[in-house]
């Protein structure tokens, strides 16, 4: 079945340094949407991208999606203790609305 | 918009006792789906429905385990009997049904095998 790995597994950074998280799938996939899951919470949409080559932001966030649309990408800017959390991205496997997610990577931001 | 409610919040029960979770969706949304996440293996899909049918039950990880979705507005997922490796946090999930429909998650079970 569809796999979908993310690197790296943790990440602790200093308030203020970037952070990028990197999500590759073993299938193209239609679309890639990306999650964040604060601690002891629930995952919750972040954003989507369709197209090859795609490019979004949103403020301090920047999603990327591959040309051959098998990865992805997520950096932040400067990060604050509120990006503190996992981020999955996930896939469609097949035609249908079933979603495979990475396997996360998660955000420590020390003071 | 109360988003996806799931009950209870917390179980703790004995090995061998059966567990019953439950899930209302957002109203509107034609799938449903249940996850398991645990730190070995994460976020995983046990079943998924569209129009209250089962697609996909090929995540559930043995005949301990069921779901049913009986209408649109509630569905089930029970384990009987329970083992400690079991315990996990179980989250259902509804959307549309489109394929590039966001998931919405509900604040999940956190199940205690003991």
């Known amino acids: 079945g569809q796999q979908v790995m993310q690197i790296p597994q943790y990440q602790h950074v200093q308030e203020g340094e970037d952070f990028t998280t990197y999500c590759n799938s073993s299938?193209?996939?239609?679309?890639i949407q990306w999650y964040k899951q604060r601690p002891g919470g629930h995952p919750v949409f972040l954003i989507q991208?369709?197209?090859?080559?795609e490019v979004k932001k949103q403020k301090r966030l920047t999603f990327q999606f591959g040309e051959a649309k098998k990865n992805s990408s997520l950096h932040i800017t400067a990060t604050q203790t509120t990006d503190v959390g996992t981020y999955f991205c996930?896939?469609?496997?097949?035609?249908?609305?079933?979603?495979?997610f990475g396997t996360g990577t998660q955000l420590k931001v020390e003071l | 918009d109360a988003g996806v409610i799931q009950s209870p919040r917390h179980e703790v029960t004995e090995m061998g006792q059966e567990v019953t979770l439950r899930c209302k969706p957002i109203?509107?949304?034609?799938?449903l789906f249940w996850y398991r996440q645990t730190m070995m293996r994460g976020l995983e899909l046990l079943i998924y429905f569209n129009n209250n049918v089962p697609i996909d039950d090929s995540g559930m990880p043995e005949d301990r385990f069921s779901a049913k979705m009986p209408n649109a507005s509630f569905s089930t997922l029970k384990i009987q009997p329970s083992e400690p490796r079991d315990s996990a946090v179980y989250f259902c999930a509804s959307s549309r049904t489109a394929s590039n429909s966001p998931l919405h998650f509900g604040n999940g079970t956190r199940l205690t095998v003991t």
């Open positions: 991208l369709v197209k090859s080559g």
């Open positions: 109203s509107g949304h034609n799938s």
């Open positions: 299938t193209t996939l239609s679309n």
């Open positions: 996930a896939g469609p496997e097949g035609g249908g609305n079933k979603l495979t």
